[in-house]
């Protein structure tokens, strides 16, 4: 496995190493004792989550203010932009995002700590996206903020896409000023 910084430090993208032959291949997509030797110790996950989606559907930027969730994200069909913000105010990337591309094809892996709201374009025809959760889904406590924010000027990339397909909830998400941030 290797573990590549991003320009948020706190996020890592992980690469798996695949082993290829004649038959297809083999990867180990997830290793508690390398995970917390060489991204974050003492990180234990609850829940795993599944969302299939197609081209042009944006889900996001989703987090809870309480029980926030660490989040390890992946690909396994089709391809997304995935996009991470901070929004712990003590933090020196304090309302900076990152973003990643994560595919079927690359195997990459983005970890997100408690503090991030997280959000993903589906880029490819259609994605299904996997993630682990330190945490519990906490409905009282979920929160979005605006995919399209001025203030975050997210590069979304939707020239190729157009609009993109939101939820209802996601159409409301509060401005990065209004949003209810961590400490």
Request: glycine fraction near 6%.
């Amino acid at each position: 496995m290797q573990v590549i910084d991003t320009a948020i430090p706190d996020c890592k993208i992980i690469e798996p190493k695949v082993f290829g032959d004649a038959r297809g291949s083999f990867m180990e997509s997830f290793n508690a004792k390398l995970f917390a030797e060489k991204v974050a110790p003492d990180v234990v996950f609850v829940q795993d989550n599944q969302s299939v989606s197609q081209r042009g559907v944006l889900r996001g930027l989703h987090y809870q203010i309480e029980h926030a969730q660490g989040k390890l994200v992946r690909v396994i069909e089709g391809e997304v932009f995935d996009v991470a913000v901070d929004l712990r105010r003590s933090s020196p990337t304090f309302k900076r995002w990152v973003g990643v591309t994560l595919s079927a094809e690359n195997n990459r892996q983005l970890w997100l700590p408690p503090g991030f709201a997280h959000g993903f374009l589906v880029t490819s025809e259609r994605a299904t996206f996997l993630y682990k959760t330190t945490d519990y889904y906490a409905p009282e406590h979920d929160r979005t903020l605006a995919w399209n924010d001025p203030t975050l000027a997210i590069s979304w990339s939707l020239e190729a896409i157009g609009a993109p397909t939101i939820s209802a909830k996601d159409a409301v998400g509060k401005s990065l000023a209004d949003a209810d941030t961590y400490a």
